[in-house]
Nanobody, 115 residues
């Protein structure tokens, strides 16, 4: 089992920045990719950014050039710059176990961007 705990969310004005962190604990040796998803009110959960254990990254088109994902072993970060009101959502940390392809999720953290 893997536990994921997010931190760093909150309220910020448009154009501002926030940094999200997610620490994995438990049986972490089997973790492959880690990433961030978000779900806005009334919308489906969507991938924001993902990073593999080898450091390869993937971003949603809507955040390219503004968000940066990074990773230090089993902690993943999301640096969010030039935030827009449409970035308002609950952000979920995600980790994928390589052998089983099981997805683990954090409880989510709210990011609110005011206009």
């Amino acid at each position: 089992q893997v536990q994921l705990v997010e931190s760093g969310g909150g309220l910020v004005q448009a154009g501002g920045s926030l940094r999200l962190s997610c620490a994995a604990s438990g049986t972490t040796f089997g973790i492959g990719a880690m990433g961030w998803y978000r779900q806005a009110l009334g919308k489906q959960r969507e991938l924001v950014a993902q990073i593999t254990s080898g450091g390869s990254t993937n971003y949603a088109d809507s955040v390219k050039g503004r968000f940066t994902i990074s990773r230090d072993k089993n902690t993943v970060y999301l640096q969010m710059n030039s935030l827009k009101p449409e970035d308002t959502a609950v952000y979920y940390c995600n980790a994928v176990e390589i052998r089983t392809m099981i997805h683990y999720w954090g409880k989510g953290i709210l990011v609110t961007v005011s206009s």
